[in-house]
């Protein structure tokens, strides 16, 4: 039946008559044989083939994702041009990026994207090889459903074969020293290298490498968890990809509001601060009455003493606590008016005004001193220090860098390009680079890259199958084959012979003793990953393993997909318990 679906879809049309390209699903409205066999047999009423195609149906989807997905892998994938319905474009190759832009219909693909997704947020990559396994567990496991094989059958196997596989891991992974003063910088390094090389030009992930990993070690405080909130990413039009840098400090997206205030000092005292400096209005309906012109002088004078009082503390401060060659910037969150911007210019304080509520809280870490909400109680103890400060002037725009500063826990990574394209590119580089680092400090291991792991976990997976009794072991035997689509896809996604090149690996890591080999994707021949300085995130290895395994397996149980009642999605539908 399949064969004459595939010759042609008019004759089954007109012998089974039913309208297939205006079915409620909306979304087939192209020949689709495996779909059309699913009506054929509920016409037939053949149960028992219905459901296989079913499943057939339902695994489909995932191999067109993982078929869509797999040409991204590696630092030699391609990218993928994403356009809105706006007609606006973004490059990129990012899987968590394509997961979350792309318009997925299909409920399988849905619940693998989501998967996915999912693996992103809590290890910071691993997408796309999530998606690439998910999709080779279900078709190596359609080789033996299709002659018979029950499904269960295949899931006990997998289920052995992911328990094997994690212990493997876990003998495969090297310790890195990451305690206080003796960092393994080197492999921080390497590690932050080989995510970034997925993602950017050899030329700008270099760059970047160096300040994401300085970035991560700014923002490590003792025996606490690492917080990358605390790393500010700031963006810039300007200049190239190249010019971006790290900044032992902050950089603010506002400037002084003063043509009379510096934009360059040195040696500076930074007080920052929540206060008020200009008119008040009253949250009550008020007004002021005055009989003369006198009363209404006082009225403005005794208004503005107010505010003047405020700003006389601040100056009264700068001289007590500034010497000679020191500087004082005033950073607050409210606002500051015109009179009051021209006292402070007069003495040479630097103020912005209307700083953002997430530039305060790193202001004070990056700097020292604490934040406060009165000049009235105010000491020197409150004041925080930085080497440099100075104002940058982008068209309209103004930006303020505070460096030099002395023990920070909050830096700021400046990036820079010409472009949107550039900037976005680099953005989702350096939040994988950065997630990258601080897996190694707190998994305190790495992982050799290259496709080792996966290679050798194959022959491990074929040893343990002989331990193995009864059918199960053909779901090892599918497992140990599935996990050898990294190492073939970074082959194929770098111009190599795949058979040849997985052959050559797993040879070579047979006969050097069981020591970790992986494949170079610039010659095509075995290298070491350790000497190399390949290396992968350990959490990231055993997650994508968790999660790929555990979604095959449910897939491989659905023999049915059905349109689901208004209850499921929270709305109203008739429960059979309900009393009418």
């Known amino acids: 039946a399949v064969a004459a679906i595939g010759e042609g879809w008019h ?25 059309l066999v699913i009506d054929v047999c509920a016409k037939l009423g053949l149960v028992t083939e219905r459901k296989r195609a079913t499943a057939m149906w339902a695994r489909e989807k995932t191999r067109v994702q993982q078929e869509i997905m797999k040409t991204n892998l590696g630092p030699r994938g391609t990218l993928k041009m994403l356009v809105s319905g706006a007609g606006d474009i973004k490059l990129t190759k990012d899987g968590r990026t394509l997961l979350y832009e792309m ?56 289920d ?119 008119y008040e209005k009253s949250e009550l309906a008020s007004g002021f009455f005055y009989s003369n012109a006198g ?28 010497k000679e060659g020191e500087t004082f910037l005033l950073i ?52 925080g220090y930085c080497g440099k400060v100075s104002e940058v002037t982008l068209g309209d725009d103004k930006y303020c860098f505070v460096e030099e500063t002395r023990n920070p826990t909050s830096c700021t990574i400046l990036l820079k390009g010409a472009n949107d394209h550039t900037i976005a590119q680099l953005k989702d580089a350096v939040r994988d680079g950065l997630r990258a680092v601080k897996n190694v400090i707190d998994d305190e291991c790495v992982i050799p890259g290259a496709g080792a792991f996966e290679a050798a976990c194959a022959v491990s997976l074929l040893k343990f199958k002989d331990t193995v009794e009864g059918k199960a072991k053909l779901g090892v035997q599918a497992f140990s084959d599935a996990l050898l689509i990294i190492p073939k896809t970074l082959a194929e996604n770098s111009g190599m ?61 659905v023999d049915e997909v059905m349109k689901a009642g208004k209850r499921m999605g929270g709305g109203g539908g008739t429960n059979p318990d309900d009393e009418v």
């Not at 089954?12 to 192209?30: I, L, M, N, R, T």
């Not at 998967?115 to 080789?143: F, H, N, P, W, Y």
């Not at 350790?530 to 992968?536: N, P, S």
């Open 11 to 35: 004759n089954w049309h007109h012998k089974y008559p039913f309208d297939y390209a205006a079915s409620e699903e909306g979304v087939f409205s192209q020949f689709n044989p495996t779909k």
């Open 103 to 158: 318009q997925i219909q299909h409920p399988t693909a849905c619940l693998v994207a989501r998967t996915a997704t999912a693996q992103d947020d809590i290890t910071g990559d691993g997408t796309t090889s999530v998606v690439l396994l998910c999709g080779e567990l279900l078709k190596q496991a359609a080789r033996w459903v299709e002659e018979g094989l029950h499904p269960r059958v295949i899931t006990a196997g997998y």
């Open 160 to 278: 052995l074969a992911k328990q094997h596989a994690l212990e493997f891991l876990d003998g495969f992974k090297k310790q890195v020293e990451v305690a206080d003063g003796k960092v393994d910088r080197e492999t921080l390094v390497a590690t932050a290298r080989t995510s970034l090389y997925t993602k950017l030009q050899p030329e700008l992930a270099d760059l970047l490498v160096e300040a994401t990993v300085d970035a991560v070690l700014c923002v490590r405080q003792k025996d606490e968890p690492i917080d990358l909130h605390m790393v500010e990413v700031m963006t810039m039009k300007h200049k190239q990809g190249t010019d971006s840098r790290f900044v032992r400090g902050i950089v603010t997206d506002h400037g002084a509001r003063h043509p009379d205030m510096p934009t360059s000092m040195a040696n500076c005292h930074v007080l920052t601060c929540n206060v008020s400096l200009e």
């Open 295 to 322: 009363e209404r002088e006082k009225m403005v004078e005794s208004e503005r003493k107010f505010t003047d009082d405020k700003v006389k503390q601040v100056i009264a401060l700068k001289r007590q606590v500034c």
């Open 332 to 383: 607050n969150q409210k606002g500051i008016d015109p009179l009051s911007l021209d006292m402070l210019a007069k003495e040479g304080i630097m103020a912005l005004r209307r700083c953002k509520r997430r530039n305060q809280e790193r202001l004070t870490l990056a700097c020292g001193g604490q934040a406060v909400n009165s000049f009235d109680d105010v000491v020197p103890a409150d004041l």
């Open 497 to 557: 012979d795949v058979a040849d090149s997985v052959i050559k690996v797993q040879d070579a890591y047979i006969k050097n003793g069981n020591v970790a080999v992986g494949l170079d994707l610039i010659t095509g021949e075995t290298l070491s990953p350790e000497a190399e300085g390949i290396w992968d995130n350990y959490r990231v290895k055993r997650q994508f393993l968790h999660l790929s395994t555990v979604l095959a397996t449910q897939l491989l149980l």
